[in-house]
């Protein structure tokens, strides 16, 4: 839905602008003798970005079966179990450093506990 938005919002806008003007495409393959300066450059910026918003809207086209065979739901469920894989790996080594300072904490208190006796 994203590139559909994207990819024909800017056709959209300027076929709405042109209406709203009652500018015909076909005005841009002409040249009109009888406007000023300024309209004329208004024109040739319309024109050219038409020829930009067409290429836009059919880059639509060419984009669309690629979004939908990347992000189909067997892929991303694959994504998704290498991104867990990733992230208990590193849960995984945590918790083994975590293991090995518990124990060492562990020695030491018993150790500690050893020769309180001892000492009194």
Known sequence: MCVLL??????????LRMISRQISSHECNSTGGDRSVNLERDYQLDCKF????????????????????????????????????????????????????DALNKQNQDNENLQKPQSS
């Open 50 to 101: 038409f020829l930009t918003a067409i290429r836009l809207a059919s880059l639509n086209q060419i984009l669309d079966p690629w979004v939908y065979l990347l992000l189909r739901e067997i892929l991303l469920r694959k994504v998704c179990l290498m991104a867990n894989a990733v992230s208990n790996c590193s849960i995984e080594e945590r918790k083994d450093t975590r293991t090995a300072l």
């Open 6 to 15: 994207i990819c024909w919002s800017p056709l959209l806008v300027l076929m």
